[in-house]
């Protein structure tokens, strides 16, 4: 058995996948609702092939860990003052 392979001489072979450029990911298998897999692939259609859907998921994932999300009671209140402008306004 060889130490290494050209994996481009192999047919159909990608040269090197992607979890062999970042071996810090992990293949997992997870179920996640189809509508959110639909918003996240329409987000990455839109970026032009730019990324993937799973690196978008990927990302939301570490903004909530990292705590860069907005707490639901901040939008609520930002929703409602925005609110009690246009009524002001009115």
């Known amino acids: 058995m060889k130490d ?16 062999l450029r970042n071996p810090k990911k992990v ?9 959110l897999i639909d918003d996240f692939g329409a987000i990455a259609d839109r970026s032009g092939g730019k990324v993937g859907y799973q690196t978008l998921i990927n990302s939301a994932l ?6 860069k999300t ?5 939008t609520l209140r930002r ?12």
């Not at 293949?27 to 509508?35: F, G, H, M, Q, S």
């Not at 409602?80 to 002001?88: I, W």
Request: hydrophobic residues 35%; aromatic residues 8%; without cysteine.
């Open 4 to 19: 290494t392979y050209d994996s481009a001489r192999v047919s159909g072979a990608e040269p090197w996948s992607s979890h």
């Open 27 to 35: 293949r997992i298998a997870i179920r996640l609702d189809e509508d």
């Open 62 to 67: 570490r903004e909530y860990v990292a705590g």
């Open 70 to 74: 907005p707490k639901w009671e901040d």
């Open 79 to 90: 929703i409602v003052r925005e609110d009690m402008t246009k009524n002001s306004a009115a």
